[in-house]
């Protein structure tokens, strides 16, 4: 994605996808980062998903409203004997 952007005069994004808070630490995050950069790959934007949450609840409100989607009930971390059940 780096070369294309680059070659073609695109813009580079960073997404960091860091809503599992479980395995996701600044410490992972900042690997991450010295990663890229010892490689020489930069990007123009960063957006990092747990800051985008309000903008993804938007826009699934805009799909149940025009009948484009639909609720899963299941819980999340539910029994995972009752999760098989269910599917």
Not at 36 to 54: A, F, G, P
């Amino acid at each position: 994605n780096w070369l294309f952007a680059r070659r073609h005069g695109g813009t580079m994004i960073l997404r960091i996808d860091d809503t599992d808070l479980e395995r996701n630490t600044e410490a992972s995050l900042q690997s991450i980062f010295d990663g890229l950069r010892w490689l020489e790959l930069d990007w123009d934007e960063q957006y990092r998903q747990s800051e985008r949450l309000e903008l993804h609840r938007q826009l699934a409100e805009a799909a149940f409203a025009k009948g484009m989607a639909y609720r899963d009930f299941t819980p999340a971390h539910g029994n995972p004997d009752e999760r098989a059940e269910n599917e």
